[in-house]
């Protein structure tokens, strides 16, 4: 299958340069190398996805047209907000993987409330500013909450539900 004949084809259609043998693997090769490359299910992989898409246009046009290369979503105190809205966006309507790491984040922002009862860390409001908590404002739109297939929510070891 080549891009042109992409199930989910991009907007702006462009047909990779007739040269370089990598333009004449099969679609679903390419996926497989870079699922050998970019570990499926991990944050690290999902940062290597975004990295493959600066490769070349056709790299680009693949990834960005596949969206189940992009249902696991990472929230974590190192990932934006337009990330994890870019990764929404491109899994479409597929199912979605979630893991919430909540663990250890009231120390990089001591205003918050979440540094005071950490079972608010997850909840964006007039006492929680931070870009951080909004990240959770995108998951929870019904379009996206509806499709989300597993949800893993960590804290640390001193956070417990019983603590405040």
Not at 77 to 95: A, G, K, W, Y
Request: charged share 25%; with cysteine; aromatic share 10%.
């Amino acid at each position: 299958m080549t891009v042109s004949q992409h199930p989910h084809p991009q907007q702006d259609q462009w047909s990779p340069p007739k040269n370089g043998h990598i333009h004449t693997l099969p679609i679903e090769t390419l996926f497989r190398i870079f699922n050998l490359v970019a570990s499926p299910r991990t944050r690290e992989g999902v940062h290597t996805l975004v990295e493959l898409t600066h490769v070349c246009q056709f790299w680009r046009t693949a990834l960005v047209n596949e969206p189940r290369a992009w249902t696991t979503i990472f929230a974590t105190r190192f990932d934006r907000r337009s990330f994890v809205e870019m990764c929404l966006e491109r899994s479409r309507s597929m199912p979605l993987e979630v893991t919430v790491d909540a663990y250890d984040y009231g120390n990089l922002h001591l205003s918050c409330t979440c540094n005071r009862d950490k079972r608010l860390r997850l909840a964006p409001n007039k006492v929680n500013p931070c870009e951080w908590h909004f990240v959770f404002e995108s998951i929870r739109e019904t379009s996206h909450s509806k499709r989300i297939h597993a949800l893993d929510i960590r804290f640390d070891d001193e956070a417990g539900w019983g603590e405040g």
